[in-house]
């Protein structure tokens, strides 16, 4: 069991994957959260061995929780799919609870993770600028500033945490996104590659493109819409262990996929510089695009087919 007591509560998003579930789970089970919210899409119709797999899932979860914990549950019985399955999900969380964090089936904390996470949730509490807190680093050991973290405008969401004042400003339809392009694109996205790729992308969530049914995006965008900062640490503390889980769905991503999870000390060494890293956004951007993977369309790719939307 994990030192450490958590005293924040967790979102478990959970579908049909008993496998990496229970991983992940376990994790959670290690540190014992005072209350856990499991919310979990149904099987969709068209796959015979879905309901099997949901309910499988379900079931590791209930008879696996021997601590004592509040538990609550959002059980769908029919399918809604990743948009709407998991920001509805995510606002249940928040209509309960002021902050907590955040995790996916297949994204694997490290023991750092949850206090990470719950010192900076207190932390920056009473600051509105900060709205997102991450979990998972793409820098592969390089390093921005003496501190154990620092500010992004890139909301990463493989483990995260935030508050219910930052999540009360999702625009899940990027419905204010006209006015971003014409009123502060330019200010928060000064390089033009960069501003051209984001607004490609931005404007096919809008627009419901296939590709592109998610919620991430619209989180990502709704940080980034209203001038806050994500909280990034040094290093990485999440392994995302979805790409191999099952073999029909592999993308080419090896670097990102099940990135080693290192530590943070005790006493997390604070930044006194409230303003993006720009160097490390700059980085991120241009790795992915390096290695051809679209920016974030790549890994919303793996996305949908974890959730086989069709």
């Known amino acids: 069991m994990s030192q450490y007591t958590l005293h924040k509560p967790v979102l478990f998003l959970v579908f049909n994957r008993p496998g990496v579930t229970g991983k992940v789970f376990e994790a959670i089970r290690n540190a014992q959260p005072p209350r ?23 079931k590791l979860i209930t008879d696996g929780i021997d601590w004592e914990c509040d538990v609550k549950k959002l059980f769908r019985e029919q399918n809604l799919g990743c948009r709407d399955a998991v920001s509805s999900a995510i606002d249940w969380f928040f209509e309960h609870e002021e902050d907590g964090i955040i995790l996916e089936d297949d994204c694997l904390p490290g023991e750092d993770f949850f206090r990470f996470c719950s010192e900076m949730l207190d932390y920056y509490l009473d600051n509105e600028k900060i709205m997102h807190i991450s979990g ?45 392009i014409e009123q502060d694109a330019e200010k928060l996205i000064p390089d033009a590659s960069q501003r051209k790729r984001f607004i490609e992308i931005f404007k096919k969530v809008r627009n419901h493109d296939a590709e592109f049914n998610t919620w991430d995006i619209q989180w990502f965008y709704s940080v980034m819409r209203n001038y806050g900062l994500a909280v990034q640490p040094n290093v990485n503390l999440i392994s995302n262990i979805g790409f191999t889980a099952d073999p029909t769905h592999k993308i080419n991503t090896p670097e990102i996929a099940d990135i080693h999870r290192e530590s943070i000390p005790v006493n997390i060494k604070h930044t006194k510089k409230l303003t993006p890293c720009l160097e490390a956004d700059n980085f991120t951007f241009k790795y992915f695009q390096k290695k051809r993977l679209s920016s974030v369309k790549d890994i919303i790719i793996k996305i949908l087919k974890h959730f086989e939307i069709k």
Not at 36 to 58: F, H, I, N, W
Not at 138 to 146: I, P, W
Not at 156 to 161: E, I, L, Q, R, S
């Open 36 to 58: 856990l919210y499991v919310a979990a899409d149904g099987p969709r119709d068209s796959v015979a061995t879905d309901k099997q797999a949901c309910e499988a899932t379900r």
């Open 136 to 180: 998972s680093n793409f820098n592969f050991g390089k390093r921005y500033g003496d501190a154990d973290y620092y500010f992004s405008r890139y909301a990463m969401v493989w483990g995260w945490a935030s508050w219910r004042r930052a999540w009360k400003l999702y625009d899940k339809n990027l419905d204010s996104l006209n006015d971003f």
